[in-house]
DNA sequence: CTGTATCCTTAGGGATACTG
DNA sequence: CAGTATCCCTAAGGATACAG
């Protein structure tokens, strides 16, 4: 009910950005080198347990994000951007571009965020792998 | 509470990407040539009518769109995106792009927005403003 | 035609305790 | 550490009637 797609890009759009937390989720993914539950968590923005899980698993869903045991420690789990997910990237620079000209609060993008907008896009994987 | 911006692009952009109604409002000004409050409540997505009122005040406030009586029937009244509205088409743009390629009930763009999409921005508003 | 006002329902989501 | 499970509350939003 209220919205359904039938074949409009912007509403499928919508799907997941459409909502107040997956899009800092992608963005901690995409450029903060966050990879883990707890450093999610731990972001400062104040998502709680249950809303953080349920997003995840949303993401997860519509293969937007991929789950992983941590080969190095035992108990975690990395989250990563899928290919889907990554294709993300030209959405986000389009909206930093607009917050960086009509948000005065808005900050510069870091430095590397400048070079990975201009790198191939299979180099871009690689970069964000050696973040942090 | 909840969440500030303090300086982040992407949160600055959930301001308007983060509800549900908005950006389909925007849409309906960008590309399908609707300027009428009465258009907006017909355009078939079921919004209703305290709700389209909240949204035009919200994104008149955010200088994203414009009011105006319109000059030939006295009684209507006629919206349409401002500078800082139409820098939203790269979003658009972007979105419609990735919604392209991943969803498979999308429909191809129609042709004036492929023209649009290749034109100097100046000339953008021109094109919008003869639609339909 | 362009909204307000009201009422009511539901979904989103915060807090917290608990589990594998 | 990575989640579930509750509980509860608020804000979003649908329906409808009414007003300028």
Redesign the pocket.
Known sequence: ???ERNGCPIRFGLGILG???SLLIIRDLMFKGRR????F?SAGE????????????RLEDADIIH?TP?PA?G?????CLTEKGLDLMPIMFSIMDWAEKYDDQTEVPREFIKELRNQPKSLRRKILASLK
């Not at 883990?36 to 450093?39: K, L, M, S, T, V």
């Not at 104040?46 to 698993?57: F, P, V, Y």
Request: proline share 0%; aromatic share 16%.
């Open positions: 009910m209220s919205y909502d107040k937390w883990y539950y707890g450093e968590l104040g998502i709680s347990t249950n809303i953080l899980a349920d997003r995840l698993a789950k941590d420690h108990k975690k789990i990395v989250y």
